[in-house]
């Protein structure tokens, strides 16, 4: 009996912990790159990449910063699909005279530093 006790116990544990998984855990990786970034670790993929030697958050360095992105792009709904193509393949005009050139991140990369970019307000 004790032993009955033990492995419903066990049992109703694992059910327990199961459903605690976070959705993000379980995601298909087209549903995980949905998520935001927490601002460190949108912070961080953008320093890994090397986006900081010619952008900040908050204010122009080479390029625009980063707030200045979002704010630009807000409420476009082509603009995580821009921004990704512009990231890739590097683009000229839209900031002045200074081009970015194309950046070699992976596309899972560039993918979640865009809509971090696009969350910050």
Partial sequence: MLVAGIVFTGSAWAEDAASAVPAT???????????ALSDEDGKALLKKNNCLACHTVDKKLVGPGFR???????????????L?????????????????PPQSAKPEDIDAMVKYVLSLQ
Avoid: F, N
């Avoid at 992105?69 to 821009?82: I, L």
């Avoid at 990704?84 to 970015?100: D, N, Q």
């Fill in 25 to 35: 855990l379980e995601a298909t990786p087209a549903e995980a790159s949905a998520v």
């Fill in 68 to 82: 200045d992105v979002a704010a630009k792009y807000r409420g476009q709904p082509e603009a995580e699909a821009a």
């Fill in 84 to 100: 990704i193509a512009k990231v890739t393949k590097g683009g000229k005009g839209a900031w002045g005279s200074m081009a970015m």
